[in-house]
């Protein structure tokens, strides 16, 4: 499974989340604690909003902790909002491409999880997106293909509604395959984060209390390692964090019989 931290508030150099604390996403990369693989070296991505919205995107083949660039960039690199990701490769091999996060317009998004029965529904996935969303599609990951679907299914007016109507579009896996959804995803003004599973339970993914710099966080572990500080993102919950603070609100998803 994939790692992820993502972060809103005052500007900050990315290696405050990424690469700073006890537990950031860079030593998750060796040494995740809540995932079935501690080590994701598939890859690795950075997406970040300048101060007018403009929206930059780093991402490499190598593991997170390999590539120097990645600290530097971390450590020049200042933002009030971006989003973070190493990569444990599910679907799709390992290329620039098929790491995350990917951008469209101003949305950034990345994802943790897999769609067990993707190779089933990709045609009719595929054939179901809008010409124009067709022709942006680089990647062959089912991460890439969800950030899609979501987009054409109304992402810029409604996510929630965006949410429920892919995963209807996803449809039931196998018994005993799960489809597994855990992402974090951003306009550049709102950072969203929402974890699914069909059965059984989702990849984690929590939100942080207000930071010391009076901003907050997402991430797939507590970046601090500590539990206690961090809440808990509920499974079928869209949770919406901005500086001032997180809501949450439960989305009717129907299960699989």
């Known amino acids: ?16 989340i990424v690469v700073r ?22 890859g690795f991505g950075i997406s970040w909003y300048g101060p007018n919205g403009d929206l930059g995107l780093y ?16 450590r020049m690199v200042r933002s009030h909002h971006f989003i973070a990701h190493i990569r444990a490769s599910t679907v799709g ?14 949305w950034s998004f990345c994802h943790n999880g897999q769609i067990p ?46 949410i429920v109507a892919t995963l209807e579009q996803i449809g039931a896996s196998q018994p005993g395959s799960p489809t597994k959804w855990s992402s974090a995803f951003s306009d550049g003004e709102t950072l969203y984060a929402f974890r699914h599973a069909s059965t059984g339970p989702a990849p984690t993914l929590y939100v942080s209390g207000v930071l010391d710099n009076g901003g907050r966080a997402v991430a797939s572990e507590p970046l601090c390692g500590v539990a206690d500080r961090w809440t808990e993102i509920p499974q079928d919950t869209i949770c919406r964090v901005s ?15």
């Open 243 to 257: 500086a001032e603070g997180f809501t949450m609100q439960p989305l009717q998803i129907a299960k699989a019989a």
């Open 21 to 42: 604390p006890s537990h950031s996403l860079l030593e998750q990369s060796q040494h995740a604690s809540e995932a079935k693989l501690a080590v994701n070296g598939d």
């Open 1 to 16: 499974m994939c790692r992820i931290a993502a972060y809103t508030g005052p500007e900050i150099p990315l290696e405050n």
């Open 93 to 106: 091999e390992t290329s620039r491409t098929n790491c995350h996060p990917f951008t469209h317009g101003r």
């Open 117 to 162: 029965h993707f190779r089933a529904i990709r045609r009719q996935m595929l054939n179901a997106l809008p010409d124009a969303l067709f022709e942006v599609r680089r990647g062959t990951t089912d991460s890439e293909m969800i950030f899609l679907t979501l987009l054409a299914n109304g992402l810029n007016d409604d996510p929630q509604a965006a």
């Open 59 to 74: 991402r490499d083949v190598l593991p997170a902790w390999a590539d120097d660039n990645l600290i530097n960039l971390c």
